[in-house]
């Protein structure tokens, strides 16, 4: 007669094995996440998050912090999660289809070069804007998608009229696990010894965009933000490899010219790598001027 087969307790044994090793491989996937997640600070609260294991949530004067790595040595397992914004701070609205408008929201944390804030009113035409980044190592252009992140495109827009960004150098260069640039902070000196650099912020904020489906693969420009939902400030990243984070960073355009340059940069290395083997590179990017064309 046919029946239910009975486990035997080596049966047992080697279900309960089984079940506790997926069982980390789960943790061990989630801490990953997590780290990654928290890895990319950028333009509002100010939290320099240290990693390898141990995320430090520092408060900066409450000022925009930078992008610490995530993967393997990177922000860890054991973070505290970023502190959200003030209480009293207004949330940041999306793009407006029907009024045509961006809800920018004023920001004073960390050091606040002051530009004023951009116009509310934009519209996602034409579809693409071309950013282009002159530095000391020779031209960066980014197709921007004006049409997915008419915000950030507008602020980027804005930011670059002001000249916010003549001057300023790329202050932290990712690891092999965390391949990217993180540029966009004015005050950093991307010198190896300020703990300040990647607290600098426009002084506004605005709600993330273009995060249906989003991927950091090489090439993509996304803006850095802390872990506060409606964080995203002047800060940006630059990636040269592929990274496994999670869509939460505004993926403003593709790089069409200068990959050549970050992949410079990323091989001469860090001054002083952190824990998790990132810091202000060894071969300086200094952004000398800003220009976006394509307008509408």
Not at 168 to 196: I, N, V, W, Y
Not at 243 to 256: K, R
């Amino acid at each position: 007669m046919g029946g239910k087969a009975v486990a035997t307790g080596k049966d047992r044994q080697k279900a309960l094995a089984r079940e506790h090793h997926e069982r980390q491989l789960q943790r061990r996937i989630e801490r990953e996440q997590r780290a990654k997640r928290t890895a990319i600070i950028g333009s509002s609260i100010g939290v320099v998050v240290v990693v390898g294991g141990i995320v430090a949530a520092v408060a900066l004067l409450g000022g925009q912090s930078d992008t610490s790595t995530a993967a393997a040595p990177t922000p860890g397992a054991s973070e505290s999660p970023a502190p959200s914004a003030p209480a009293e701070q207004a949330a940041a609205k999306p793009y407006d289809p029907k009024t045509g408008t961006c809800g920018y929201v004023a920001d004073t944390n960390g050091k606040v070069k002051d530009v004023g804030m951009p116009p509310a009113k934009t519209q996602p035409k034409p579809d693409t804007k071309t950013l282009t980044f002159a530095t000391n190592l020779g031209d960066i252009e980014v197709k921007l998608d004006n049409a997915k992140a008419p915000c950030t495109v507008n602020s980027l827009e804005f930011l670059a009229k002001k000249n916010y960004y003549d001057g300023s150098k790329c202050h932290r260069l990712g690891s092999a696990q965390f391949p990217m640039l993180q540029c966009g902070d004015p005050t950093a000196k991307a010198d190896g010894k300020s703990e300040t650099d990647g607290t600098g912020g426009p002084g506004y904020v605005m709600a993330e965009e273009n995060l249906q489906g989003a991927q950091y693969k090489r090439g993509v420009m996304a803006m850095a933000k802390t872990s506060a939902p409606g964080s995203t400030g002047g800060q940006f990243f630059l990636v040269y490899g592929d990274i496994g984070l999670t869509p939460d960073y505004t993926p403003v355009g593709t790089i069409t010219k200068g990959l050549d340059i970050l992949d410079k940069v990323n091989k001469a290395g860090v001054i002083t790598p952190g824990p998790d083997g990132t810091g202000a590179p060894k071969e300086t990017l200094q952004l000398k001027d800003v220009t976006i064309s394509g307008k509408s």
